[in-house]
């Protein structure tokens, strides 16, 4: 079983920048967690697929968050961080994290196993 606990939010102004971190942790590890993603949530709106990262630190992002946002790695902490800078309002949403086999990393938010309880970001303009 693997965990993962997402923390970082929180209420910025537009143009501000938050990092989210996810902590990944449990048994099963690392072929459990082969791809960390990051997705988000806004109200009646369909999750929404922002960033990946394999093991092996190759990345993917959402074209909306490309240029602004950085996905990363600390391997000895079992951390992912998102870097989110030059946030938008329409960057409010809850964002979660979630861990997957490798070829998650190229499918959809239904290809991850184990999600975090997500952590909220609120950008005013």
């Known amino acids: 079983q693997v965990q993962l606990q997402e923390s970082g939010g929180g209420s910025v102004q537009a143009g501000g920048s938050l990092r989210l971190s996810c902590a990944v942790s449990?048994?099963?590890?690392?072929?459990?967690?082969?791809?960390v993603g990051w997705f988000r949530e806004a109200p009646r709106k369909e999750r929404e697929g922002v960033a990946t990262?394999?093991?092996?630190?190759?990345?993917t992002y959402a074209d909306s968050v490309q240029g602004r946002f950085t996905i990363s790695q600390d391997n000895n902490k079992n951390t992912v961080y998102l870097q989110m800078n030059s946030l938008k309002p329409e960057d409010t949403a809850m964002y979660y994290c979630?861990?997957?086999?490798?070829?998650?990393?190229?499918?959809?938010?239904?290809?991850?196993?184990?999600w975090g309880q997500g952590t909220q970001v609120s950008v005013s303009s």
């Open positions: 449990g048994s099963g590890l690392p072929s459990s967690s082969d791809c």
């Open positions: 979630a861990a997957g086999p490798p070829w998650a990393c190229g499918a959809t938010w239904r290809s991850y196993i184990y």
């Open positions: 990262i394999n093991r092996g630190g190759s990345t």
